[in-house]
Every structure is written in C-alpha cells, then in structure tokens.
C-alpha cells in the first residue's frame, strides 16, 4: 500500500470534539460538519493528534505480520525503542520472540544507530555543514522544517537514518551470505513511530527506501509477550551497544556523538519552539541540535505501548548494562563499515530537501502580500479568542480559510450571533413599521 501520510480518521468514532485542531502543530485539521478532516498537505505525521483525541478517533496505518510472507527471507529491524517495552532480563528473549513471530533474522536498528554517530562525527568536522546541525533522525521534524522553517532546510543532516542504514545493510549481509536476490528479501521496521511509514513511502533525501515495510509495535507486542514465555534456550543474538539502544530516548543521539555543545529537545511543540529560536540566530554557538518529535523521544511514539516514562528508564538501566562492552562492540560497527567499505559519501543524502510551501498563503508574492491583507482586515474583525468552535485551530487560521474560500465569516459563532442580533433587532424595527395608508404617530 502506497499512502503519503499514514495518519488517517475513523469518522465513525469522530464526535467532532474539536480537540485535535488545537495541538496540531501545522494546522493541518479542520471540524467541519462535526468530522475532523486532516489536510494531507499539511501532515506532517507527528501523530500528536492520536495522543490528544479522546475517542480514539485518529490511527496510523502500517503494515500488518502477514505481509512478510511476501518475501523468501524475512529481516525483522526492531527499533531501539522496542528493547524498552518489556520487562526482561535479557534483551536476546526479545529478538529470539521476533524470530518465534516468523522472521527468519533480525538487525538491530540500534546497531545501525551506531554507524549512524560513526559518520555524524565526520559530518560535523567536515567544512560544508551549517550550524547548528538539525538531526534527521525524526522525520515528523525534517517534515515540521520543510513545512514551518524552510530556512533552516539547509542544517539538516544529510544523512540515512538508522533504520535506513539497518535495511541496507542487513540485506547486503544476506545477499553476500546466502546469496538471495535484494527483492526476495523483505526487512520490515519494528516501530514507535507512525513518521516511518510515511518515510518509508516518501523517502527523505533518499529516491527509494531498503524498507518494505513498517509493522507497530502495539500490533506484535501481544505476541511477543506469548513467544517469552515459551522462550528457554538461547544463544546471544544482541550486538547493540548501549549507545545504540540509548537513541531510543531523547539526548541519546547526541550523547552518542560525544560532543558538549548540542541541545536536545522532546515534544513537537518544544521542537517547534527551539527552531524558531534557531532561525531567529539564536543557538549560534550550539553545533548539534537533536529534535524529537514524541515526549521522551521515540519511546513516547504513538506506536508504542509501555509508558514513555517508564520506557525512558529501562533505555537508561540498559544503556548502562551495557557500557563494559561498549569496546568490543565499537570494534564490531568498525568491522561492518570496513567490510563494506562504508564511507560517508554512501550515507548522505541523495537529493535535497525540498520545501512544502502549504502555509504560504500565494506562491506570487504580489497575490499574498494581497491577501495576506485580507487576512488581516478578516482578523480584525474576529474576536482573538481562538476558540476553535468554527472548526479551525485559531481566529487566524480561520480568517486564512476564509480568503482561501474554505470557510465563511459566520463561521465564527461570535460574528453569526451578531449577524442573528442585527437581524433581529431589524425584524423588530420593521415588525413596528405600519403602511402610511394607515394611522400612524411619527407626526
Ligand atoms: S479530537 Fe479530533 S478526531 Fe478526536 S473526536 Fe475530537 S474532533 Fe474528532
Ligand atoms: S499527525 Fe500531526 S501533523 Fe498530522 S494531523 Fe495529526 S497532529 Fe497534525
């Protein structure tokens, strides 16, 4: 299935509540005839609207467990998140559950984490960036800037994200060790993030994406719980180190990178905030700036079961656990880089960023300055409560709506019980109106 947003509406559930429009961060929703209509353009795949809609009106679409048997050789890529949703003494039971689900192997996203921060170091001491760095590891924020802060499209890493880098890589494993064609091998995302489905059939930077396919992790968590307790016997199958899995949690990206001067910030509205502050010239001495999308970075994702707090610490126990091996492990990524002779040129980018200019109110510049007017005159007029009773997220957005043709004045309750007030006092007026054929006082 090929759908540019994966954020969808079950109008059924809708009771038109108004609730998402607000904390939408790119007023992409609209209440009209007591349904949310989501304004694909403008999605940016947050999924804040999930969390916020109290009737479970909002869903994401992924993969079901079923489409992996449309391949010969199945690679199961849990993300780093995916270790923090059980309670388990052994993060091995988790992949060898993935194993019991169907899949043939698995590669450790936080792995490929690792590789990520390998050439991010190179990036960041390289001449041509600007700073600071936007990470590109959240799509829903890459999406945020080429929506709200085109300005700064030009600091976003150029780099594959970790579960791009894990696909490539485990199928080049599989196809050099058991010499199985690509398209016979199907790597599917185990994932938090509802983002990832709409990369995956949108690619960011990239023409094409090694993943073919994004399964939630509420969707198997289920059945992984069932397959531990079957679980007895198992060899070591993680290689992730700590600074690995620690990505799974906002700052672990930059703690990996090892580097003091980076801001970290969790949370789409925050993340909105900080850019702003950013394009404004401020943060000029921050070089590295990790944005999240989700509360507690991808352990917060919609797709995720466990409580984003309680996840949050089992990354940071794990994290921990694992720092005596971290060496040896570091050694491992060198070896994966060098066996297939990963340079940094193979992870950048392969076609710039555009913008999304949905916000913009006229792409000629005459015709929106214009109606940019309009706008103001339309605001002007509205009462400055932002409401959201018209359906529209503030007075402003409504007034937009309006000049786009989208929506009518009296669409504002406020101007409509004016407009019925007037109306009414003028049916009065008239209603004491007599035909000057018969008597009347006024003389
Ligand atoms: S929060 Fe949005 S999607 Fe949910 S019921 Fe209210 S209007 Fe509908
Ligand atoms: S997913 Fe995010 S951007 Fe898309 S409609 Fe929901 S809140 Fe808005």
Not at 43 to 53: A, F, L, P, Q, V
Not at 388 to 414: H, Q
Request: some cysteine; charged content about 30%; hydrophobic content about 40%.
């Amino acid at each position: 299935m090929k759908n540019l947003h994966s954020i969808m509406l079950d109008k059924e559930k809708c009771k038109g509540c108004t609730n998402c429009i607000k904390r939408c961060p790119t007023e992409a929703i609209r209440v009209r005839n007591s349904k949310a209509r989501i304004i694909d353009q403008r999605c940016i795949d947050c999924g804040e609207c999930i969390r916020t809609c109290p009737y479970h009106a909002k869903y994401a679409i992924t993969d079901s467990l079923e489409e992996i048997n449309k391949f010969q050789y199945k690679i199961a890529l849990p993300a780093p998140s995916f270790y923090a949703q059980f309670e388990v003494d052994d993060v091995n039971k988790l992949l060898y559950a993935l194993l019991e689900l169907g899949f043939d192997d698995v590669f450790e996203v936080a792995k490929a984490a690792e590789i990520v921060t390998y050439f991010t170091k190179q990036f960041i001491l390289s001449e041509k960036n600007k700073k600071p760095i936007i990470s590109s590891a959240c799509p829903a924020v890459v999406r945020l800037i080429q929506t709200k802060f085109p300005d700064l499209i030009e600091n976003i890493l150029p780099i594959a994200s970790p579960m791009e880098v894990a696909a490539y890589i485990a199928k080049k494993k599989i196809q050099r060790e058991k010499g199985i064609e690509e398209d016979k091998i199907g790597a599917f995302f185990i994932s938090p993030c509802a983002a990832k489905m709409t990369y995956v059939n949108s690619p960011l930077g990239f023409e094409r994406s090694y993943v073919d396919g994004v399964i939630a992790i509420k969707d198997v968590y289920g059945l992984v719980r069932s397959k531990l307790r079957e679980i007895k016997d198992i060899k070591p199958l993680s290689i992730a180190s700590g600074k690995g899995i620690g990505w799974a949690a906002s700052g672990g990206e930059s703690l990996a990178l090892e580097i003091e001067e980076y801001v970290n910030v969790d949370g789409i509205h925050n993340v909105a905030k900080v850019l702003e502050e950013i394009e404004n010239g401020r943060l000029k001495d921050i070089v590295y700036f990790e944005g999240l999308a989700c509360s507690g970075g991808c352990v917060g994702g919609p797709l995720a079961v466990e409580n984003p707090y309680v996840a949050k610490n089992r990354i940071k126990r794990l994290s921990s656990k694992l720092k005596d091996k971290e060496e040896s492990l570091s050694a491992w990524t060198e070896e994966i880089i060098n066996s297939f002779s990963l340079k940094l040129e193979d992870v950048l980018f392969e076609k710039e960023l555009e913008t999304n200019p949905v916000l913009e109110l006229d792409s000629d510049i005459e015709r929106a300055m214009e109606k940019f007017e309009k706008v103001n005159n339309i605001l002007s007029m509205l009462p400055g409560l932002d409401c959201g009773a018209c359906g529209s997220p503030t007075c402003k957005t409504l007034a937009e709506d309006i000049v786009r043709g989208f929506a009518n004045d009296t669409d504002c309750i406020f101007i409509l019980r004016e407009n019925i007030k007037e109306l009414a006092n003028k049916m009065v007026e008239l209603s004491n109106k007599l035909p000057p054929s018969l008597e009347r006082n006024d003389e």
